[in-house]
């Protein structure tokens, strides 16, 4: 039996080798292709290089890394408390818990999220991973009070993690750019803010700040349930309940 970095490494090599023989590699978006991406060379050599070997690149460059190392600073459970800053929706104001833990060899870690949002349960999960080809961190959200999934990429901060994607409101239609920061405070307590457009968040009613271009929406404040499980990583991607109101 083929284990599984070596099947991962063998599907990565058959794609490359298909791209050797003229199909090219699909990147970028905008071109006149009618599938939205643009065709580009491969890299040069590639066709002539020894099958082994090539596996072995592949396969070094699906191991974890660094930027992966930081996520697990959030294995364990968290007690999360909520709070908006709509003005007139204060009883979205909620607490729950978040449970972290990696997968896939540490390449990824999963949020499983539990809470109640005006009185009913609600259920969220996070998917968050580093994309080393594309040199950023990926994340995607689901939850049990709407059928959206919601995509954000992101970069490491010096304290935390700063995330950027949409959000379409559900009845509306309207989708709007949002960004999600997240700060360390220690091993033990994080906090994750949506922020929306200064002109969107003076429409849903939140406080703007003079000359602020971006507002904060709502955040969560996480507290390590078991103090004793802190270690010396830094951070991921929350998500929050309620996330394309």
């Given at each position: 039996m083929?284990?599984?970095?070596r099947?991962s490494?063998l ?5 490359g080798?298909?791209?050797v023989?003229?199909l090219g590699?699909?990147v970028?978006?905008g071109?006149?292709?009618p599938?939205g991406?643009?065709?580009?060379p ?10 082994e070997a090539?596996?072995e690149?592949y396969a ?5 890394g660094?930027h992966?190392?930081?996520l697990?600073?959030?294995?364990g459970?968290?007690d999360?408390d909520?709070?908006t800053?709509m003005a007139?929706w204060?009883?979205?104001?909620t607490?729950?818990?978040?449970t972290?833990?990696m997968?896939?060899?540490d390449?990824?870690?999963t949020?499983d999220f ?6 009913e349960?609600m259920?969220g ?23 959206a999934l919601n995509y954000?990429v992101g ?6 993690w700063?995330y950027e994607?949409?959000?379409t ?7 709007l750019p ?5 700060v360390m ?5 994080f906090?994750?803010?949506?922020h929306?457009?200064a ?7 939140i ?5 602020k271009?971006?507002?904060p929406?709502?955040?969560?404040v996480?507290?390590?349930a078991?103090?004793?499980q802190?270690n010396d990583h830094?951070g991921?991607?929350g998500?929050a309940?309620?996330s394309?109101r």
């Open positions: 083929i284990c599984n970095a099947l490494s599907l990565a090599l058959c794609l080798a298909g791209a023989f003229g590699l699909y970028g978006a071109s006149s292709d599938s991406f643009e065709i580009v491969v890299q040069e050599g590639m066709g002539e290089m020894d099958p090539m596996m690149m070094q460059a699906g191991q974890p660094e992966h190392e930081a697990k600073v959030f294995v459970t968290w999360a909520l709070k800053m007139g204060e009883e979205m104001n607490t729950g818990s978040a972290y833990e997968m896939f060899g390449r990824f870690i949020m539990k809470s109640s949002v005006m009185g349960p259920r999960m996070n998917l968050t991973g580093y994309h080393k080809a594309k040199q950023r961190y990926e994340s995607i959200w689901i939850d049990d009070t709407n059928t954000m970069q490491k901060t010096d304290d935390g700063v994607g949409e959000e409101d559900p009845i509306a239609g309207m989708t949002v960004r999600d920061v997240i405070h220690g091993n033990d307590k906090t994750f803010t949506r929306y457009p002109e969107a968040a003076g429409m849903m009613g406080p703007v700040e003079e000359g271009e971006w507002v929406g709502f955040q969560i996480y507290t390590r078991d103090a004793e802190g830094g991921d991607q998500n309940p309620r394309n």
